[in-house]
């Protein structure tokens, strides 16, 4: 555990992104089970963006699990699910946007935590970079993603949090728990406390973190770094 002087408070916030237990993707009727099989055999003209491609609706099986996940969190919800685009030119994305949604559920709790939103939205396929090669069949796949207050204030209240969730997850069989479906964006400062007033540090996000281990040790990594910088004065 870093020790911190007095007048020294860390705040943390995550965005979580979980893989919902579907069979089928997300606006397509694409399998999800994409483990151990060859590479782009669970994909169609609609999941890889073809010219003329229109997705199907939004799976229904899909917004059921997060729906259950989002009253497992004493959310609130908006009664239209409007989905919107948002673009990004990377390899594993071949549609050149990824469809989110906007907040479904708002205003949950886990603990002492508060949840800010949660969406719905496409997993991106798979790129090796040092291979240079795409697999897209994981492209489509639905998500949820869980956004939370910056309500923590150490590594171990992120944890307790993570696993919190990983238990209603698991008690509701709304999410995958293969490696690799779970994926953490964490968001961390270090604020101070001065004769003048409060000092905010500056946000730093770690992104695409695959373990609740992961989070924990880049959040104790990044607050060794901060605390670092303000003993030097900076």
Same mark, same amino acid.
């Given at each position: 555990?870093?020790?911190?002087?007095?007048?020294?408070?860390?705040?943390?916030?995550?965005?979580?992104?979980?893989?919902?237990?579907?069979?089928?993707?997300?606006?397509?009727?694409?399998?999800?089970?994409?483990?151990?099989?060859?590479?782009?055999?669970?994909?169609?003209?609609?999941?890889?963006?073809?010219?003329?491609?229109?997705?199907?609706?939004?799976?229904?099986?899909?917004?059921?699990?997060?729906?259950?996940?989002?009253?497992?969190?004493?959310?609130?919800?908006?009664?239209?699910?409007?989905?919107?685009?948002?673009?990004?030119?990377?390899?594993?994305?071949?549609?050149?946007?990824?469809?989110?949604?906007?907040?479904?559920?708002?205003?949950?709790?886990?603990?002492?935590?508060?949840?800010?939103? /949660?969406?719905?939205?496409? !997993?991106? =396929? *798979?790129? $090796?970079?040092?291979?240079?090669? #795409? +697999?897209? %069949?994981?492209?489509?796949?639905?998500?949820?993603?869980?956004?939370?207050?910056?309500?923590?204030?150490?590594?171990?209240?992120?944890?307790?949090?993570?696993?919190?969730?990983?238990? /209603?997850?698991?008690?509701? !069989?709304? =999410? *995958?728990? $293969?490696?690799?479906?779970?994926? #953490? +964006?964490? %968001?961390?400062?270090?604020?101070?406390?001065?004769?003048?007033?409060?000092?905010?540090?500056?946000?730093?996000?770690?992104?695409?973190?695959?373990?609740?281990?992961?989070?924990?040790?880049?959040?104790?990594?990044?607050?060794?770094?901060?605390?670092?910088?303000?003993?030097?004065?900076?």
């Amino acid at each position: 555990m870093v020790e911190l002087r007095d007048g020294i408070k860390v705040k943390i916030g995550l965005e979580i992104h979980v893989q919902l237990k579907t069979s089928s993707k997300l606006f397509c009727s694409c399998p999800t089970d994409y483990r151990d099989k060859p590479a782009n055999v669970n994909i169609c003209p609609i999941c890889t963006g073809q010219p003329g491609a229109k997705p199907m609706g939004l799976n229904s099986k899909a917004l059921e699990q997060l729906l259950k996940i989002g009253l497992a969190m004493g959310c609130s919800f908006n009664h239209d699910v409007v989905v919107m685009r948002k673009h990004y030119f990377y390899p594993d994305l071949p549609t050149g946007f990824q469809r989110t949604s906007r907040p479904i559920g708002y205003d949950g709790k886990i603990g002492k935590v508060r949840i800010r939103e /949660i969406h719905i939205e496409e !997993d991106p =396929g *798979r790129y $090796e970079l040092r291979q240079g090669t #795409v +697999d897209y %069949n994981r492209a489509g796949v639905p998500l949820v993603e869980i956004v939370t207050e910056p309500d923590m204030e150490s590594p171990e209240d992120a944890r307790i949090f993570l696993d919190e969730l990983d238990a /209603i997850l698991n008690y509701l !069989d709304a =999410g *995958r728990d $293969e490696p690799g479906s779970l994926r #953490v +964006d964490a %968001n961390i400062s270090i604020n101070q406390q001065t004769d003048h007033g409060l000092i905010e540090g500056t946000r730093v996000e770690i992104k695409n973190i695959n373990s609740f281990k992961g989070v924990f040790d880049a959040l104790n990594y990044e607050i060794v770094r901060q605390n670092n910088i303000l003993r030097r004065g900076g």
